[in-house]
């Protein structure tokens, strides 16, 4: 990791979110293993520096396209936490009133259009945002944050032939982390690195270390340089890892067939303690700044869980008040 042109705020910076993230997440894991909360959760732990470094290097009112493993792109989009915490118990506070939950939370005042069920749906929707920039001449770039697998999907490639034909300003960012559900990429798919596949467009595609936040703010910064300049869309290919299996129900045993010591490998290069050691080792912070900053992020999460814990569920009257109703259209 390359921290020596940035100065303490902007590592620190990166540093805020990435804790704030882990700490999101362990604290959802234990609503789950409390039975808190409904249904299941994508975590995202492990991924920080992906979400971090890409988001970093926009503007407020560009667009977001993100996935069922959501969490972290909007906290690096700066989303209220409170608010995402309410609504992944399902709360009356929370950012869709407690009926999106996890897998579809969204912060449209942080121009995130929604994370998506379905594998590869962010894809063209992150596309249509870019064109509607474009249209209007708006000067907002859009991201789509994608998995791997939804690289084998169809809407990847339809959606990157019309940005790439169109100039659109879109960034399309490959959270590389392996896997989808259990199938390894590397069993479906014929080349190691996907963002090969930008030369089927004639567009740049890159691969960058997904565990430094660093790497992947400078591949993130150039791609979106080049979008806001009506020079057309990039391929950011993050190699990474979750630390968790593809929900908090699953032990992931799969991850065990090519090397026992897969998930141990991975997590040694943990992209927040990489980071911290990093920040504290180049002399730029002091281990009590981090200290410090870590306090306050523990009491905001605290707060988060407690105003989570306490809020209302919604009201029965209200079951059918923002969901879709057949007939209704
Ligand atoms: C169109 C579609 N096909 C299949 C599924 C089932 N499914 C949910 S998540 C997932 C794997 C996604 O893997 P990847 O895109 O690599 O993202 P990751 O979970 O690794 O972040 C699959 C196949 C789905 N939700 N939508
Ligand atoms: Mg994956």
Redesign the pocket.
């Known amino acids: 990791m390359n921290v020596a042109k940035y100065n303490a705020d902007q590592l620190m910076s990166f540093y805020e979110t990435m804790f704030k993230m882990r700490r999101f997440e362990e604290e959802t894991f234990e609503f789950y293993k409390k039975g808190m909360m409904a249904g299941l959760a994508?975590l995202y732990m492990g991924?920080e520096a992906v979400a971090t470094g890409v988001c970093a290097a926009l503007k407020d009112n560009d667009y977001i396209g993100s996935?069922?493993?959501g969490h972290g792109h909007l906290v690096a989009r700066g989303a209220d936490i409170s608010k995402m915490m309410a609504e992944i118990l399902g709360k009356k506070t929370g950012y869709s009133n407690g009926k999106g939950g996890s897998m579809h939370i969204m912060a449209m005042d942080k121009g995130i259009l929604g994370a998506n069920?379905?594998?590869?749906?962010e894809i063209p929707i992150a596309t249509g945002a870019a064109y509607t920039a474009k249209y209007k001449k708006t000067d907002q770039v859009a991201v789509s944050f994608?998995?791997?697998?939804?690289?084998n999907?169809g809407t990847f490639h339809e959606s990157i032939n019309m940005a790439a034909a169109w100039d659109l300003p879109c960034v399309y960012v490959i959270?590389?982390?392996?896997?989808?559900?259990s199938?390894d990429?590397r069993d479906v798919t014929n080349t190691p690195d996907l963002a090969v596949r930008a030369k089927a467009y004639d567009i740049p595609g890159v691969v960058v270390d997904g565990m430094d936040v660093v790497a992947v703010y400078e591949a993130a910064e150039k791609a979106v340089k080049r979008a806001r300049a009506g020079k057309g869309p990039t391929i950011i290919e993050c190699k990474t890892y979750?630390w968790q299996g593809?929900h908090v129900g699953d032990p992931a045993e799969y991850r065990q067939r090519r090397s026992e010591t897969e998930k141990e490998d991975w997590m040694e290069r943990c992209p927040v303690k990489t980071l911290k050691k990093e920040m504290i080792e180049s002399g730029k912070v002091t281990e009590a700044e981090v200290s410090a900053l870590e306090e306050r992020i523990e009491a905001e999460i605290q707060e988060a869980v407690k105003f989570a814990a306490d809020s209302p569920y919604p009201d029965a009257a209200d079951a059918f008040s923002d969901v879709f109703q057949e007939g209704t259209l």
């Open positions: 994508h991924e996935t069922h493993r069920g379905i594998v590869g749906g994608m998995g791997d697998s939804a690289t999907e959270e590389n982390n392996l896997y989808g559900i199938v990429i979750r593809h």
